[in-house]
């Protein structure tokens, strides 16, 4: 069992930065893959980025790619999420997931966040 606490969510101006953690209890979380996911109101849940068990492996959305950076301390099971040139179209709740498996669909990841609010303003 996984239990996910986000935070670090807030209001940034377009340009702005923000790093999110995503704090794991368990004894387990290193056997994890880790993702962070976005939903903005009227739309589905999209994927963000997600990192391997290692911390070794990471994958971004096209739409972050080179903004966004995953990282994660297993020291400390916390994941993180550092946003950078933030967007107004970034604005969503963000929510951390847990899968044994990286690059599973959101359908598959077995632990989730109850996710943080990030409002980007223009």
């Known amino acids: 069992q996984v239990q996910l606490v986000e935070s670090g969510g807030g209001l940034v101006q377009a340009g702005g930065s923000l790093r999110l953690s995503c704090a794991a209890s368990?004894?387990?979380?290193?056997?994890?893959?880790m993702g962070w996911f976005r939903q903005a109101p009227g739309k589905e849940r999209e994927f963000v980025a997600a990192?391997?068990?290692?911390?070794?492996?990471?994958e971004y959305a096209d739409s972050v790619q080179g903004r966004f950076t995953i990282s994660r301390d297993n020291a400390k099971n916390t994941v993180y999420l550092q946003m950078n040139s933030l967007k107004p179209e970034d604005t969503a709740v963000y929510y951390c997931?847990?899968?044994?498996?990286?690059?599973?669909?959101?359908?598959?990841?077995?632990?989730w966040g109850q996710g943080t609010q990030v409002t980007v303003s223009s």
């Open positions: 997931a847990a899968d044994l498996y990286m690059g599973s669909p959101a359908s598959e990841y077995d632990y």
């Open positions: 990192i391997d068990w290692s911390g070794g492996v990471t």
């Open positions: 368990g004894r387990t979380f290193s056997s994890y893959a």
